[in-house]
């Protein structure tokens, strides 16, 4: 049977997610909508800044502990990782898992998953690689295996955090469900610290998280022929201490009019639309999440406990 990871969906197009979280009262925009071309460079650039340190930690935490993280997922593994497969830490699993049977990189852009497929076979030419175009928070269906290959979804990079607490819960029952036993889930998160560091992590002193955010209105103007003015909004960042999550914003500087696809919003002089959301977890916080789901859970972090990743399983 094919595996299958479905949640009933809205809808899959841009102008009307963008005009439905537009009309609402709190203005918001669906965050995956921020990686058009340019939107996917800047957030590499922010990848790199010294406030950014997410990225960084959890690419140590994965080279100083690969040894066990691969003991620990054994053998003859499908890896199926979620979101843009292209990193160093997907090569460091590619180099130390143990006969690996194949790879499922699964991605919205077809474009992009098709140059890091291609890029991957190059390096590794004895590798099963099979891309997957799919808005994986939608529906996934996933190639068979034979029941010796051990299944492990891979969801790196902290963006379980940009889910809200019940939707992250229900993806993580749905990936429980589509399981088999001994298959599991490899996933890193961002853990609860200082304000101070967090908030500078999406207020950097360059303000490359002001053009990312702001980049979405831009990606709008692009797409859907809209016409935001970008020096009409102001970027912001504030740590939602009740939710435990970094919100974006984007606020309007005047009161202002702009034209979707024909509709007309208005906005007030300070009127915000939130753009993001980035959780913030405790292990206890994220074990209290993922307990209906899986049984056992292995953690690894660094030694400032900036980041987590977990392997849970049944
Ligand atoms: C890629 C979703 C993990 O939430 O930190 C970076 C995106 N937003 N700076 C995050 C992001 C602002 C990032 N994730």
Known sequence: MEATLEKKNVSTEMLPDVLEGLQKPQKT?????????KGSELFEEITELDEYYLTRTELQIMQEKIQQIANRLGE???????????????????????NIHS????????????DVAQNLQEEYPELKIQAIATDYTKSLHLPEIPDAVKRIIYFPGSTIGNF?????????????????QNDGLLI????????????????????????FNKNILQRINNEL?????L????????????????EMHLVSRSKQVVNIGGENITFEKGETIHTENSHKYTLSSFREMTNPH?????????????????????
């Open 29 to 37: 925009l669906p965050s995956k909508y921020f990686y058009d071309q």
């Open 231 to 246: 020096s009409g909004f102001e970027h912001k960042a504030i740590f939602n201490e009740e939710k435990s999550r970094i």
């Open 188 to 211: 890193g998160f961002d853990l609860v610290k200082d304000r101070e560091t967090l908030l500078a992590a999406y207020n950097d002193s360059l303000g490359v998280t002001a053009e």
């Open 76 to 98: 003859k593994i499908q890896l199926v990782e979620l979101g843009s497969g292209s990193s160093f830490k997907t090569r460091l699993l590619l180099d130390h898992l143990q």
């Open 164 to 180: 809200t607490k019940e939707n992250a819960e229900e993806f993580i029952g749905l990936i429980a469900n589509s399981l088999h």
């Open 294 to 314: 899986f049984k056992e859970v292995i953690t690894w972090t660094d030694s400032n406990e900036y980041f987590a990743i977990q392997y849970l399983h049944n």
């Open 225 to 229: 022929g809209a016409d935001f003015d």
């Open 103 to 114: 790879y499922i990189p699964v991605d919205i852009s077809r474009s992009f998953l098709d």
